[in-house]
């Protein structure tokens, strides 16, 4: 199992960057692929980015690509998600996610078994 905390969130206006934090604690968390979800308004939680456990192989949303990127730091027990141009659109509650003890990246949430609580993000216009 892998406790995860998030942080970072805030209100920016579009163009700006911001950089999630996610903190980890878990004596699996080095070999576990993280990932980075959200949920916006009315709309169902979706896969945002993801990293395997090397930090090398990372998946992206199309929606995010070219803005968003995803680290981790394994000495540290934190994955990162920093996000640029920020657009009205990427307004959500954002979560970390960990895929315990399995070091592959994967799109798909119920694949992910630990969760952290979620940090608001929210873009204006």
């Known amino acids: 199992q892998v406790l995860l905390v998030e942080s970072g969130g805030g209100l920016v206006q579009a163009g700006d960057s911001l950089r999630l934090s996610c903190a980890a604690s878990?004596?699996?968390?080095?070999?576990?692929?993280l990932g980075w979800f959200r949920r916006a308004p009315g709309k169902e939680r979706e896969f945002v980015a993801a990293?395997?456990?090397?930090?090398?192989?990372?998946v992206y949303a199309d929606s995010v690509r070219g803005r968003f990127t995803i680290s981790r730091d394994n000495a540290r027990n934190t994955v990162y998600l920093q996000m640029n141009a920020l657009k009205p659109e990427d307004t959500a509650v954002y979560y970390c996610?960990?895929?315990?003890?399995?070091?592959?990246?994967?799109?798909?949430?119920?694949?992910?078994?630990?969760w952290g609580q979620g940090t608001q993000v929210t873009v204006s216009s």
């Open positions: 990293v395997g456990w090397t930090g090398y192989n990372t």
């Open positions: 878990g004596r699996t968390f080095s070999s576990s692929a």
């Open positions: 996610a960990a895929r315990a003890g399995t070091p592959y990246t994967s799109r798909t949430e119920t694949s992910y078994n630990s």
